[in-house]
């Protein structure tokens, strides 16, 4: 059975950081693509950032380029989203998720971690 958990989030004022961690189990973790998405109260989930089995490519959606940056170990099957320079309208429900082809959609969900900011 595969699971993803994330951990990291929490409150932060603007301006500030957070380091979101998603621990993977059940899949063959090096070979998966790993995404973040966000959920914000009454809007859709979207793309964040994504990044490929051998960290070769990233993709970021246009409002987080600069800030955020996706990282994976491959030994620990862990994926990680460095998020800088936080904004209030970033507070959401952040998902980690995982795909075991990169041209396909995602196969699988975490629960979500809460990430708020403060103005």
């Known amino acids: 059975q595969v699971q993803l958990v994330e951990s990291g989030g929490g409150l932060v004022q603007a301006g500030g950081s957070l380091r979101l961690s998603c621990a993977a189990s059940?899949?063959?973790?090096?070979?998966?693509?790993m995404g973040w998405f966000r959920q914000a109260p009454g809007k859709e989930r979207e793309f964040v950032a994504a990044?490929?089995?051998?960290?070769?490519?990233?993709s970021y959606a246009d409002s987080v380029k600069g800030r955020f940056t996706i990282l994976r170990d491959n030994a620990k099957n862990t994926v990680y989203l460095q998020m800088n320079n936080l904004k209030p309208e970033e507070t959401a429900v952040y998902y980690c998720?995982?795909?075991?082809?990169?041209?396909?959609?995602?196969?699988?969900w975490g629960q979500g971690t809460q990430v708020t900011v403060s103005s």
């Open positions: 998720a995982a795909k075991r082809r990169p041209w396909t959609s995602y196969d699988y």
């Open positions: 059940g899949l063959t973790f090096s070979s998966a693509t």
């Open positions: 990044i490929t089995w051998s960290s070769q490519t990233t």
